[in-house]
T-cell receptor, first 115, second 114 residues
Framework: NAGVIQTPRHKVTGKGQEATLWCEPISGHSAVFWYRQTIVQGLEFLTYFRNQAPIDDSGMPKERFSAQMPNQSHSTLKIQSTQPQDSAVYLC?????????????FGSGTRLTVL | GDSVTQTEGPVTVSESESLIINCTYSATSIAYPNLFWYVRYPGEGLQLLLKVITAGQKGSSRGFEATYNKETTSFHLQKASVQESDSAVYYCAPMNYNQGKLIFGQGTKLSIKP
């Protein structure tokens, strides 16, 4: 079991550029979660999908951020016109069905640096 | 955020000493939660340490214990005798009963003195 796979591990962008982060959930898991971690804010929930459908995007910044899950094997988080304050470690997690009480399994994260 | 409050770190404990990391959650914003402790060891990813889904029950793993106290809305993490390998960052993370997402506390960095 390869676990949750996130690519790239590190990404450096210039201010105003676009960044796309990829996540491959554990095979057989139908729920995918995105979190962001910074020193100041800690671990913040962004959004999650169940069976490819968006369930809760209450943590997503209203502008520039979008997430998709086009099939069961991957999800993407896209940040348009990146800003220095977007610099963070972005974590993806998956769980079996996305219902309550299930364990979330986390990837190693993508460290985004916006210059 | 304010929904989950845990012991502010960093915390340093001598090897073989006991440990408690406090965690309380807001019952007004997190209803009938399932309760989790996650841990990040140096150089590793975030992983589950233990979880409890029923009030009054205790979870345990790797010598750590935590009891789900609905009356005090708490889920404190305890260990009777810590080891150097317990050095890590510990996160308390409730999950609302009708949702699948975790709400994380700010994390507590624990260092063990040999």
């Amino acid at each position: 079991n390869a676990g949750v796979i996130q690519t790239p591990r590190h990404k450096v962008t210039g201010k105003g550029q676009e960044a796309t982060l990829w996540c491959e959930p554990i095979s057989g898991h139908s729920a995918v979660f995105w979190y962001r971690q910074t020193i100041v804010q800690g671990l913040e929930f962004l959004t999650y999908f169940r069976n490819q459908a968006p369930i809760d995007d209450s943590g997503m910044p209203k502008e520039r951020f979008s997430a998709q899950m086009p099939n069961q094997s991957h999800s993407t988080l896209k940040i348009q016109s990146t800003q220095p304050q977007d610099s963070a470690v972005y974590l993806c997690a998956s769980s079996l069905t996305g219902v309550s009480a299930e364990t979330l399994y986390f990837g190693s994260g993508t460290r985004l640096t916006v210059l | 955020g304010d929904s989950v409050t845990q012991t502010e770190g960093p915390v340093t404990v001598s090897e073989s000493e006991s440990l408690i990391i406090n965690c309380t959650y807001s019952a007004t914003s997190i209803a009938y939660p399932n309760l989790f402790w996650y841990v990040r060891y140096p150089g590793e990813g975030l992983q589950l340490l233990l979880k409890v889904i029923t009030a009054g029950q205790k979870g345990s793993s790797r010598g750590f214990e935590a009891t789900y106290n609905k009356e005090t809305t708490s889920f404190h993490l305890q260990k009777a005798s810590v080891q150097e390998s317990d050095s890590a960052v510990y996160y308390c993370a409730p999950m609302n009963y009708n949702q699948g997402k975790l709400i994380f506390g700010q994390g507590t960095k624990l260092s063990i003195k040999p």
